[in-house]
């Protein structure tokens, strides 16, 4: 891409923080997606009164482990570049983000409400949901186990149902090897009944 190949070549970062501005640059219009979804309506809050998601857990989640630790910078820039409306705004809204290994906070530097309550409620709901550190919990297949449950081949098609695990896993928490199991043995089933 363009602002990698400056990046790397014109300014000289190194190849990791030319990757992680990759990374976020890629992702900042699906977060901005999430905080538009959370704008469009009012959140809603659990009856514990825990934020709620603006998607399902997979989507979110699938978005966080592909980001990993940048989900917080990557949520600041879709507040700050103003990309959750449409059209988008005249002008961008600054922040100040402080982070840490384990927690970053916004401050806005203008007053924008709207935007600034959104990404806070993205951020508090993905913590809630223990989403934060989502691509660092292990998989409950490994690659073998995923051919002897589905019967795919191995190479790709065994990514493709590790993706599938993964998805699956984020949808259930508190799911367990024998449940994701049935689940990939049905869709693999459904899978194969639908391709004759």
Known sequence: SHPELVLRDGIKFKNKDVADVSCVLKNVDEMADLMRQLLSSSPAQS??????????????????????GLWPTCLALAATVGGISSPPPQRSIPLEVTSDEENFTFTPCVN????????????????????????????????KDIINVTGCKRGPDVG?????????????????????????????TKNSTESR
């Open 160 to 188: 493709k149902w590790m993706n599938e695990a993964v998805g699956w896993v984020l949808d259930n928490p508190e799911g367990d090897v024998a449940s994701l199991e049935v689940h990939l043995k049905n869709l693999a």
């Open 112 to 143: 924008d409400d709207a935007v600034m309550k959104a990404a806070k409620h993205l951020q508090k709901a993905i913590i809630d949901a223990k989403l934060d550190r989502c691509w660092a919990l292990p998989p409950l297949l490994n690659g």
């Open 47 to 68: 009856a514990a009164g825990v934020p709620c998601l603006p998607a399902s857990r997979r989507k979110v989640g699938m978005l966080l482990r592909s980001l990993k």
